[in-house]
């Protein structure tokens, strides 16, 4: 066998697997979702109608709010951990990054656990006020659910990119008059701009799209992925479902792909 | 004096947002081994709740690492040569291929799911069988074993090596099998870890591709959130982290060898 023939043969298993069971089934994805009985104009449901439009805006605000505040906590920390040593630095790291391997619906059991019926913050504010704060089960306890699931991964990449930044144009600032925020504002945050972009996409594609989470806490969250999941389990309406899950589908796509395209790194929501 | 308090705020601050990861994860495992969660930890200790799971839940994680080994296999066959091929091809056709196949990292599980279901859900004995979820699994995790494969031929040699294995005569496959594979390694390591993992814990697919009879670990997770009490649910939670914990551990410390070679 000629050395050519060998590498197709190679790479025929893959190109069969990734035909029937990926691009087959969402090519049919694609054209049930126009198969309902406003034809095409099914994919434009998820604007035009006022209860999908208000799910999609309700969706893109919880991954937006997610993005950014989860931005910010692992900027914090991901700065502090990888600019100071201490005793116990490695083990603050590791209680950081343990949650990485967690699914979605183990995520939602530890908000459960957190802000649920039986929960501690319901528990502490219960002692103290003498009224139990449950929003476990609430769009509020969604966002907890997905900074639990975003700060890990982007604390890594923080991280990473700031053990990459040269001390040397921080030092260059301050020897220039610059004070420390400036410093932060002008060369520190600038510089990390590529990991933000790319963490910060992932933040939100994931928090757009997971399911996990949401299922656990509950079926009446108003997002795009538990809409996807009463209309095709309960309403069985595939065609509405299938439109909209090719919708969400291209939403993270494309916020993955342009992020890329700007930090040039490879990129991948999770969950 | 100033950068000591910019110090000691940085740290508190870094110490709540661990608590928040690692509080409720305490709070699962002792409620796992707890008598009475409600009453707390002075309600005793026990190991009625594990061995309750055990009972109720052995199917599910039995067919999890059915699974998992299942798609480890499946991946290791199909992605290893691919990801050779890919990288002695080169060019544009490759990039187009693996773009494609790590699509399935972007779109949303549910979506795929609703794909392999309106495609596949009128084949009833596939559709009901665990091979099922399996393609699901393998097309997801599929990306992670290629991209890991193809990490490691961009930093060694692996043209020179194959034309001067191919010199001295050896055939192709020979060459896959002698010199290809044991210098993918690493890699190929790298990538079953990471396969096993995602696997174990896959829920957003699995949920829309399980029957009451093909149920993985993860959605006896769900199962036992919505019907159990907490201290099953805590126990279950439990059983997950013993078996996804040393997965994690052994993924970093090699992700740290490989960074010091």
């Known amino acids: ?271 | 004096m100033r950068d000591r308090l910019i110090f000691t705020s940085q740290l508190i601050f870094t110490l709540l947002v661990a608590s928040f990861l690692v509080v409720p994860a305490i709070l699962s495992i002792s409620a796992g081994v707890t008598v009475n969660y409600f009453r707390g930890i002075q309600s005793g200790v026990t190991l009625q709740w594990v061995a309750q799971v055990w009972e109720l839940y052995a199917g599910t994680i039995l067919l999890s690492f059915v699974i998992a080994f299942a798609t480890l296999a499946l991946t290791l066959a199909v992605g290893v040569p691919a990801a050779y091929a890919l990288h002695i091809r080169g060019g544009r056709m490759s990039r187009v291929v693996e773009e494609i196949i790590t699509l399935p990292l972007a779109i949303p599980g549910l979506a795929i799911a609703l794909a392999l279901l309106l495609t596949y859900g009128d084949f009833g004995d596939f559709r009901r069988s665990w091979l099922f979820i399996l393609v699901g699994h393998v097309i997801f995790t599929m990306p992670f074993m290629v991209r890991s494969v193809m990490a490691v031929f961009a930093t060694i040699d692996i043209k020179t090596l194959d034309e001067s294995a191919a010199s001295l005569g050896a055939s192709p496959w020979r060459r896959f099998r002698d010199v290809i594979v044991p210098n993918a390694l690493p890699g190929i390591l790298a990538g079953s870890l990471m396969v096993v993992t995602l696997s174990l814990g896959e829920f957003n697919l699995t949920w829309m591709l399980h029957t009451p009879l093909t149920k993985t670990l993860p959605i006896g997770l769900a199962d036992s959130y919505a019907s159990m009490r907490l201290e099953v649910a805590s126990a279950y939670t439990l059983i997950f982290f013993v078996m996804i914990i040393p997965l994690l551990v052994a993924m970093q410390l090699f992700a740290e060898k490989e960074a010091k070679r």
Request: glycine share 10%.
């Open chain 1, 1 to 271: 066998m000629s050395h050519r023939s060998f590498v197709w043969l190679c790479l025929l298993p893959l190109a069969v697997v990734t035909a029937a069971f990926f691009l087959l089934p969402m090519a049919r994805l694609v054209v049930t979702g126009a198969g309902g009985p406003q034809g095409l104009a099914g994919y434009l449901a998820i604007l035009t109608e006022p209860r999908y439009r208000a799910t999609l805006i309700n969706t893109v605000l919880l991954a937006a709010a997610t993005t950014i505040v989860t931005l910010i906590v692992a900027t914090i920390a991901g700065m502090f951990l990888q600019r100071h040593r201490f005793p116990g630095r490695a083990v603050l790291i590791a209680m950081l990054t343990f949650p990485l391997a967690f699914p979605g619906v183990v995520v939602g059991f530890m908000i459960i656990l957190l802000a649920g019926r039986q929960g501690l913050i319901g528990d502490f504010s219960n002692r103290l006020f003498g009224e139990k704060l449950v929003f476990a089960y609430s769009i509020y306890g969604l966002f907890l659910g997905y900074l639990y699931f975003s700060i890990p991964r982007v604390i890594l990449t923080i991280m990473a990119a700031v053990q990459k930044l040269d001390i040397g144009l921080e030092e260059a600032a301050r020897s220039l008059g610059a004070g420390p925020w400036a410093v932060q504002r002008d060369v520190v945050l600038p510089a990390l701009a590529p990991a933000f972009v790319a963490s910060g996409a992932i933040a939100f594609a994931t928090a757009m799209g997971a399911f996990g989470t949401a299922f656990t806490l509950a079926t009446n969250i108003d997002v795009l992925p538990m809409l996807i999941y009463t209309e095709f389990t309960l309403a069985a309406n595939f065609s509405i479902s299938a439109a909209l899950s090719v919708g969400l589908g291209i939403i993270t796509w494309f916020i993955l792909a342009l992020a890329r395209s700007f930090s040039g790194s490879a990129v991948a929501a999770a969950g």
